[in-house]
């Protein structure tokens, strides 16, 4: 038997140190170590103390009519189906990660509603709140009378014998894995020791049992996944429930996904009756636009398969500080540097003297390259006191020698900005063909110098 140990252990990475110590040296992170015993915890058990059993290995091609396709059970909320790539993995497990109050058991609560008024057995253990509380949430959502079961319990064993009573569930979810704890770790619940038993333990009764589950999980003011961040890696599937405090929707955003792609995105609309799909997330992010103001332009976006248009707004002001101040909001930081220093290169704009403000409409989050284009016409356009034409939009990447760049889906933004009422385009030249509608008569630059002379007339 291994000899009882005590190690200490981040609890914001998950790294192992032998000795306490303010900081962590993985991570950087201050006062994270935690001690906890390592008796009977993972990776301690008796080494060599059962027989090896032997197995067999298949023929990938003698699969072949085996499976189809990952079975799914699909929810009907078409945005979540979306993020998940359609739908539930059985035997799978996923973690939804987000801010606590983000909305999370929300639309967990809604998505057991779903499923169990279509004849699954669903069931919702919360370790937050008692059987009433949830019953109350499932009031106000208008779904209290469908048979999901619910189960107050935090210990994983109780939730295990809990399950095994009945008919096999097809779905449970766990709220949340901090709250969970196993009899084979000795650790406080939260830590993460705990939250990787625990996760195991649940990990495995999916697998056995051709369960999906869904462990929710609660992100730090950082953006990290404490604790269950290091179940990122053991669970199929990872989806952040994400907002800004102030807006109402909220992005169901895919991280990570076994069985299918990672770059979706589920747009919701958080209102007194719980969540709200939005199908086009583009007339939310446009709504409250006032037309004609400088510093305003509209981007064409992708968010995986779906194209999303987005204002991008810019405020170049003269500044009276040595430093003139850069501050980004929705956009990479860096890449605003990076736009501002090759419209002075490039294009003889300069903005020394300038503070540079950049939003994302309504709270939006964008990380595709393409923005560049529509960045740099929202700064030439604030700074210049130009406003943009109010029914163009501008997609395409910019390169550091002041060349634009061509952009995957040009067809698709396009169509997208024709359907929203959009009555031309800016858009690299040599994209694909976009022959036809707005694409016939939009503007292609090669260079962004091309389109800072268009801007400024
Ligand atoms: P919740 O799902 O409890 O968040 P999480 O599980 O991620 O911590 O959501 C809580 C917030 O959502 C709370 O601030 C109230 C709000 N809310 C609504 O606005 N409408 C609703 O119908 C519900 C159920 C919650
Ligand atoms: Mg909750």
Sequence with gaps: ????????????????????????????????LVEEGTAGGIGSGPANTRNARKGRAVVLTSLAGDIEDAPRIVSGIGELDRATGGGFVRGSALLVGGDPGIGKSTLLTQAAAALASKGHRIVYVSGEEAVAQIRL??????????????AAETNVEDILATLADGRRPDLVILDSIQTLWTDLADSAPGTVTQ??????????????TGAAIVLVGHVTKEGQIAGPRVVEHMVDGVLYFEGEGNHHFRILRTVKNRFGPTDEIGV??????????????SELFLGERHAKSPGAAVFAGMEGTRPVLVEIQA???????????????????ARLSMVLAVLEAHCGVRFGQHDVYLNVA????????????????????????????????????????????????????????????????????????????????????????????????
């Design 1 to 32: 038997m291994a000899k009882s140990r005590v190690q200490f252990i981040c609890q914001n990475c998950g790294s192992v140190h032998q000795r306490w110590a303010g900081k962590c040296d993985a991570c950087g992170e201050w006062n994270t």
């Design 137 to 150: 949430r499932a009031q106000r959502l208008g779904v209290a009378s469908t048979p999901v079961e619910l």
């Design 195 to 208: 939250v990787r038993a625990a996760a195991q333990a649940m990990i495995r009764y999916a697998k056995s």
């Design 268 to 281: 919701f609309e958080m209102s007194d009756k719980g969540l709200r799909e939005v199908s086009n997330p």
């Design 315 to 333: 405020l170049v002001a003269p500044s009276s500080l040595g430093t003139p101040r850069r501050a980004v909001v929705g956009w990479d930081g």
């Design 362 to 457: 309504g709270g939006y989050r964008i990380s595709e390259p393409a923005a560049d284009l529509a960045v740099a016409a929202a700064l030439v356009s604030s700074l210049t006191g130009l406003a943009l034409p109010a029914d163009c939009v501008y997609f395409g990447e910019i390169s550091l020698s002041g060349a634009v760049r061509p952009v995957a889906h040009a067809q698709q933004r396009l169509k997208e900005a024709e359907k929203l009422g959009f009555g031309s385009a800016v858009l690299p030249l040599g994209s694909e063909e976009v022959a036809g509608g707005i694409g016939a008569g939009a503007f292609q630059p090669t260079e962004l110098a091309d389109l800072v002379a268009r801007i400024a007339g």
